[in-house]
């Protein structure tokens, strides 16, 4: 039967694996940003763990667009088990240098599925994944953008105040 249904599927199995691991990313992601969100408001940074709230759903968000995906193509989709998170960041800069690793990371997943579309000339995969590169756009942006902060304002100080306060006001515009 699993034949049969294989055959029914608008993705090949490599996409589809590759689209599982990509749940997997977005979930971990997600838990990421909430042990950061939780980071954050142990340590009074109350602006940077509502933006890390924020982030967590938003990467839910994207967990669910490509698991839904991958049904929708007739594929199975897994529900991924996420362990191993870190709880404790030594500051408050890592806590945003590390967010910009994971969405640099998760960018890097994306086109590696991409590449793998375009040798199996799975256009309708590709065509999927442009919202998601638009949207890695936005995230990257912010996420610079938050530690840049650390540069132009300092530490000294109110200086992780004013960081604190001004997270949340990043906001990307296209063009």
Known sequence: MKD?????????????TLLNQQIKKEALSSSIYLSMASWCGRNGYDNSADYFFKQAEEERMHQLKFYKYVLDMGGMA???EVTNIKLEY?????VFEEALEQEISVTQSIKNIAARCHKEHDYVTLEFLNWFFKEQREEEFKARRAVELFDVIGEEGTGRWQIDKHVGQIVYTEG
């Open 4 to 16: 049969i249904m294989r055959v029914k599927s608008l993705i090949s199995s490599d996409i589809e």
């Open 78 to 80: 897994i529900s991924p």
């Open 90 to 94: 030594n500051s408050f800069r890592e």
